[in-house]
């Protein structure tokens, strides 16, 4: 009877510890799922920040030793620019449960198209404008969903100051103002099995991301220019210069984020457990985007009579300094001891990084 007692009572302990464990366990997954998205969320607008001034528009499409001194002449086409962002796979620096990481590109594509056009004002003077977009597309990965849309728009004068003649090139100045917004979404989709161990047990099972973290931005950028051309016949403008960028305004996370993750296993046995489900919204943390860009570049204009085929090629340079402090009151949440996570890094002090950004541009010159 005493042993019957006791098994009886081993028994209810037992099952009465079994769903306080599987809380438990939820609750530490669904930490684990709100930790991830939260790091996600603060290190993509510091890393959005570092970067995205680079493909803002520079002050003018085409050599520029080409322009005219009558007043009346106009240029019209069609552009694209290609940005290569480095370092982007750092945003998922120390992901556990949501990781993705491993599938996130070092060097992030970032197409833009657009269309521009130009007027001759007389006497070397060219007032131009440019407007470009991404429509809502995946700009990536195959294996991870990395969405954007953007426009921007800016006008610009260039000042033509001499001609150029034989190995002589023309001085031409230039000065540009843009304005760029848009978004930038990142994981949503991602769905992968997991592997962790909670509170010394092995939990396995499958976590999804039905709405990941986001980041904006709405900036502002002035653009001084110097730049030297030549021309080659009439045919051949080849080109270099150097473009500084002053940015004003600012870079966000945004949108409400929601994740599910199973439990299938716990220490090798099938359990029979409801979902883990993390909503939130996301407190919005906001900083300002790079300071200063410096654009030095290469390019040429190949004149085809009044089709004009435009190449450049920038190496565009961004100083951001250390993090706003009103960012880093409303990332307080944040809460890591990783140095190594951008957030982290970026609290620390200034950051320099640097892109490739490749140009190309169809005109009619009339």
Do not use: C
């Amino acid at each position: 009877m005493r042993t019957m007692l006791m098994s009886l009572v081993v028994g209810g302990l037992v099952a009465a510890t079994a769903p306080a464990r599987a809380q438990s366990t939820a609750d530490d997954l669904r930490t684990l799922i709100a930790d991830d998205l939260t790091a996600l969320g603060v290190n993509l607008p510091v890393w959005m920040a570092q970067h995205i001034t680079s493909v803002m528009a520079p002050v003018g499409i085409g050599a520029g030793s080409g322009i005219g001194d009558d007043a009346g002449g106009f240029s019209l086409g069609i552009v694209t620019r290609l940005g290569l962002f480095n370092n982007f796979d750092d945003v998922g620096h120390g992901l556990q449960l949501v990781d993705i990481q491993p599938l996130m590109p070092s060097l992030m594509p970032w197409p833009q198209f657009g269309v521009v056009v130009g007027l001759n004002l007389g006497d070397g003077l060219e007032l131009g404008a440019d407007v470009q977009l991404i429509p809502a597309m995946d700009v990536a990965a195959d294996d991870l969903r990395l969405e954007a849309s953007l426009f921007s728009a800016a006008v610009t004068l260039r000042w033509r100051l001499n001609k150029a003649e034989g190995a002589m090139p023309a001085i031409v100045l230039g000065i540009g103002g843009a304005i760029y917004t848009g978004d930038f979404r990142i994981g949503a989709g991602y769905s992968e099995p997991y592997s962790e161990t909670i509170e010394g047990q092995t939990v396995t099972g499958r976590v999804s991301v039905q709405t990941a973290p986001g980041v904006s931005w709405s900036i502002f950028q002035a653009s001084p220019e110097l730049r030297a051309a030549w021309d080659i016949g009439g045919l051949f403008r080849p080109y270099v210069g150097l473009g500084v960028g002053l940015s004003f305004g600012n870079v966000g996370d945004e949108l409400s984020v929601k994740a599910t993750a199973t439990i299938e296993t716990i220490d090798g046995r099938p359990v029979d457990e409801d979902p883990v489900v993390y909503e939130d919204d996301l407190v919005l943390f906001e900083t300002s985007p790079a300071l200063w860009t410096l654009r030095p570049h290469v390019g040429f204009d190949l004149v085809l009579g009044v089709i004009a085929f435009t190449a450049q090629l920038d190496l565009a340079i961004m100083g951001k300094d250390e993090i706003d402090a009103d960012f880093a009151e409303g990332a307080g949440s944040f809460d890591t001891s990783d140095p190594d996570f951008l957030y982290n890094e970026n609290a620390r002090g200034s950051q320099t990084q640097a892109s490739l950004i490749a140009t190309f541009a169809l005109r009619a010159q009339f």
